[in-house]
């Protein structure tokens, strides 16, 4: 067996799970979208996956989209999230009458997840064909170099065959995208100080349509189209997501023209763009979920005091592991792992304990 089988049996039985999120009693209705982003903040994600993913396709701008697991804070520890994502699937289908499904994609750390958004049921046939590719592929490390994955994922998402075959291109010349796109668009930027750069107040950023979308051209009509499309639809609904929108695109546009940005500061650049988009819905509410100093001493504290009876592991949002910890509590070894679990809590940082449990 393959290291990585485990992963794909997983996801199979994951997939099974969100299959069966049928909800009958779907109605049209008017949404209240800052009532919904808060919602599904509280179910695990951000706000611009709120706006990118869910409302383009509930609103018929894309028939497909989809996000990276760090876009779903439910979603990082998958073993004792199975439970969370058959409710996070409950709600949009009784919501927003969207199927969601899951791609797994191994590399050499471990494995990346991508969730995917439709409307209709059979684009799970598609996701099942990729998925096969991908476990029929020896090469998992170079997995997104594979010329039928590319592709296909390209066709599913609706983007323009012109950026398809620039990725393609790209790949074979062993070249990253960001530089690829990097390159082209270098020139127009300006300099404000030391490496960053900023475009144009002029600059049309609609071809950049999706999360880590990179088009063909700065002037890509097609992928332009697609932008455009969306940003008219969402101002027709609500100008407040076609403004949130517009902040993914900007931000998209300038994760390309500052190529420097690395480690830390992507965190720090993606959570600035996130508060923006959730102020915009919410403001003077807090983005997230109590600061980072609370959540860390309370989860030390319950490791400590109660960590024999596994109730750390309930407030961080693993039950299972909180059911085993109580189910051996009477062995003590619960309780002197909940110690040093403790200790380890206080000795992070906040960035770090929150990037880590979220």
């Known amino acids: 067996m393959k290291p990585v089988e485990p992963i794909f049996q997983m ?5 099974l799970v969100l299959k069966s999120c049928r ?14 982003m808060k919602k599904y903040i509280d179910l695990g994600v951000t706000p611009s996956l709120f706006v990118e993913s869910l409302m383009t396709v509930f609103y018929n701008a894309r028939k497909v989209s989809c996000c990276f697991q760090d876009q779903m804070t439910l979603s990082l520890n998958l073993h004792e999230s199975i439970d969370d994502l058959r409710e996070f699937a ?24 991508l969730f995917f958004f439709f409307k209709d049921y059979k684009y799970y046939d598609e996701l099942e064909k990729i998925q096969q590719i991908v476990i029929n592929d020896e090469s998992s490390a ?16 609706g983007y323009p065959d012109c950026c398809i075959k620039f990725c393609l291109d790209s790949r074979k010349k062993g070249k990253s995208m960001e530089s690829a796109c990097f390159d082209s668009i270098h020139k127009i930027a300006k300099k404000k100080k030391g490496d960053e750069l900023i475009m144009p107040s002029t600059f049309d950023s609609s071809p950049f349509l999706a999360f880590e979308f990179y088009p063909c051209s700065v002037k890509c009509k097609k992928a332009k189209d697609v932008g455009t499309k969306i940003l008219k639809k969402f101002k027709s609904k609500d100008p407040k997501l076609a403004e949130a929108f517009q902040l ?7 994760r390309i023209v500052n190529p ?36 860390r001493v309370a989860a030390a504290l319950l490791a400590i005091l109660l960590g024999a009876f596994g109730a ?22 619960p309780s002197i792992v909940g110690i040093v679990e403790g200790v380890i809590y206080l000795m992070k940082t906040d960035e770090e304990f929150e990037e880590e449990y979220g």
Not at 92 to 104: A, Q
Not at 260 to 287: A, N, P, R, S, W
């Open 312 to 333: 750390h592991k309930f407030y961080l949002g693993k039950p299972l592991l909180g059911i085993l910890y109580a189910l051996f509590f009477w062995t003590f070894i």
């Open 260 to 295: 420097h940005i690395k480690g830390e500061d992507v965190h720090e650049f993606k959570q600035e763009t996130e508060q923006k988009i959730h102020d915009l819905f919410l403001e003077g509410e807090d983005y997230a979920q109590g600061s980072g100093e609370k959540n």
């Open 23 to 36: 909800v009958e009693d779907y109605v049209p209705d008017e949404r209240n979208h800052s009532e919904d």
């Open 90 to 113: 409950k709600n949009i289908k009784r919501d927003y009458d969207l199927f969601m499904g899951t791609l797994v994609f191994p590399n050499p750390q471990g494995f990346w997840l």
């Open 248 to 254: 993914i695109l900007d931000a998209n546009v300038n």
């Open 11 to 15: 996801i199979d039985a994951l997939n």
């Open 142 to 157: 170079q997995i997104f170099h594979n010329p039928q994955i590319i592709k296909r994922l390209g066709k599913l998402l």
